[in-house]
């Protein structure tokens, strides 16, 4: 049975937004609780008409709002991540704000959490994003509380900025040079993470497992790259960089203003193949079929809406 009372960090992003639906839909009229914290309350506008769905304005990152926050819930979801930034950034949210999360947890008498991690997560990986994803696992392990842990794959969805992305791009460019060409994926819908979630906060016998989030299917990026500019109606010819310039070119992108493309550290995590181990339980384990990126994509990526695409997207990203 779902907890009816659920703090959900991260809630007003891609991934919360998908799983607020499922949780509100799964409720029905049973009298869900779901606070969402956010640092400023028009970033959940897309949520707060919904059901039980209680907008916060608050920082994760202040223990004392924290604790606010955390008041009386039965459990909590963790979904704040980021892909950019430097050292001191990904130690404050992927291993500080778990830290915290679980003293506050501990302190507030909330014993179940559900957190999304990445594939590739390791002590030792090549990037900073997977490092600290793999010590932020470690923080809440040690915590001692009722623990499950998702690693999906990339997530690709009608709002994702992935391949929204590259097709937006080959709308207004006539070829593509792109870096990590050859790095392999298993892109996972962004409805069936939302769907692992639910069900594992529905299912107690879940604490204390790891589950990766893949899809059916492995694909390069310059597949998917091909597939987002063939599905939007405006392919282009894609290029792979050798690393040197890859390297490069991932520089000069992070030279430019708002939140880069691509990073060099982006290029470190795609030495790790974000693809499923097959050592660990998978979405089939949770009574979920995932679906496939080339039967979802089709219906989002519509001819015609590339140029004004890639102008949300770096509006959202400045």
């Not at 950019?84 to 999360?101: K, S, Y």
């Not at 070119?249 to 030495?271: C, F, H, I, T, V």
Request: charged share 15%; net charge positive.
């Amino acid at each position: 049975m779902t907890p009816q009372h659920i703090v959900l960090l991260g809630g007003t992003g891609f991934v919360g937004r998908a799983l607020c639906a499922e949780l509100v839909s799964r409720a029905g009229a049973g009298g869900l609780r779901l606070v969402v914290p956010t640092r400023r309350l028009a970033h959940g506008r897309a949520i707060q008409c919904l059901p039980g769905v209680e907008l916060v304005q608050a920082s994760v990152h202040d223990d004392a709002q924290l604790a606010r926050v955390l008041a009386g819930a039965q459990a909590v979801v963790n979904l704040v991540a980021i892909l950019q930034g430097d050292d001191a950034a990904f130690t404050r949210a992927h291993v500080e704000l778990p830290r915290r999360l679980a003293a506050a947890c501990r302190q507030a008498g909330v014993a179940r959490l559900v957190h999304v991690s990445a594939l590739g997560v390791s002590p030792d990986a090549p990037s900073r994003y997977l490092r600290s994803k793999a010590a932020g696992e470690q923080a809440l392990r040690d915590s001692g509380l009722a623990l499950t842990l998702l690693r999906p794959s990339v997530i690709f969805g009608a709002e994702d900025s992935f391949l929204n992305l590259f097709a937006a791009l080959q709308s207004v460019a006539p070829f593509v040079p792109l870096a990590g060409a050859t790095s392999r994926f298993q892109p996972v819908w962004v409805h069936d993470v939302a769907r692992a979630i639910a069900t594992c906060l529905e299912r107690p016998d879940t604490a204390g497992l790891t589950f990766e989030c893949a899809g059916p299917e492995t694909l390069t990026l310059a597949d998917l790259v091909r597939l987002a500019g063939r599905l939007a109606g405006h392919p282009r010819p894609v290029i792979g960089l050798p690393d040197g310039l890859a390297r490069l070119q991932a520089m000069l992108m992070e030279w430019l203003p708002g939140e880069p493309l691509m990073s060099r550290d982006n290029l470190d995590s795609m030495k790790v193949p974000n693809v499923a181990t097959g050592t660990l339980p998978g979405l089939q384990a949770l009574g979920i079929e995932p679906a496939s990126v080339h039967a979802v994509a089709p219906g989002y990526l519509a001819p015609g809406q590339g140029p004004s695409r890639l102008v949300r997207w770096r509006m959202r990203h400045r």
